[in-house]
């Protein structure tokens, strides 16, 4: 199946397998610091500019490829 749908199909699986291991693994100890965002976590973590600037291009352009993808 892989073959046949091309890179566009192989990226949207493992972007799914993804999202459901960062949902199990990520989001309660984000939960209990409070954070609602990948970003202000990097913020409240790092507390370095470029990173606030960086981790949303991040976010933009991986959310983007899924949905063209």
Do not use: D, H, S
């Amino acid at each position: 199946m892989a073959y046949a749908g091309g890179w566009g199909f192989q990226l949207t699986c493992n972007a799914g397998a993804a999202v459901l291991v960062a949902a199990f693994l990520v989001a309660k100890p984000l939960r209990n610091l409070r954070i609602a965002t990948v970003p202000e976590f990097f913020r409240k973590r790092y507390n370095n500019t470029i990173l606030q600037v960086i981790v949303p291009l991040v976010v933009i352009i991986t959310i983007t490829a899924y949905t063209v993808a």
